[in-house]
């Protein structure tokens, strides 16, 4: 079954569909956000190594020419990489789930996811 995720990346909102796996193409979310070339998705996989495609959290199709492939913590992973203040707010978020604050945690992804 397809999901949907929506990301505030840079004070943009998007939202982009999976595959009926639960797969999001990151070349999708780099080119409809407008990247640099430096925070393509082949130059994330280069920096943090290759254990999610070991692991099978990541496709990486582009080979192909159909794109990186990401499970949805992955995606989040991604967008964390490119927008530090889509980071902070998922520390955020999870900090209040983890104190309880569970009207607080949503209020905080509802702003940024």
């Given at each position: 079954?397809?999901?949907e995720?929506?990301l505030?990346?840079?004070?943009?909102?998007n939202?982009?569909q999976?595959?009926k796996?639960?797969?999001?193409?990151?070349d999708?979310i780099?080119e409809?956000?407008d990247l640099?070339a430096s925070?393509h998705?082949?130059?994330?996989?280069?920096?943090?190594?290759n254990?999610p495609?070991?692991?099978?959290?990541?496709f990486?199709?582009?080979e192909?020419?159909?794109?990186?492939?990401?499970?949805?913590?992955l995606t989040?992973m991604?967008?964390g990489?490119?927008?530090?203040?889509f980071f902070m707010?998922?520390?955020?978020?999870?900090s209040a789930?983890?104190?309880g604050?569970?009207e607080?945690?949503s209020?905080?992804a509802?702003?940024?996811?």
């Amino acid at each position: 079954m397809a999901k949907e995720i929506t990301l505030k990346i840079n004070g943009t909102e998007n939202t982009f569909q999976s595959t009926k796996d639960g797969y999001f193409c990151l070349d999708e979310i780099w080119e409809d956000f407008d990247l640099k070339a430096s925070q393509h998705p082949t130059e994330w996989l280069a920096e943090i190594g290759n254990r999610p495609i070991e692991l099978g959290d990541v496709f990486d199709l582009s080979e192909f020419d159909s794109g990186i492939w990401a499970n949805k913590k992955l995606t989040l992973m991604y967008a964390g990489w490119v927008d530090v203040e889509f980071f902070m707010a998922v520390l955020e978020t999870f900090s209040a789930l983890t104190r309880g604050d569970t009207e607080k945690a949503s209020q905080l992804a509802a702003n940024h996811t």
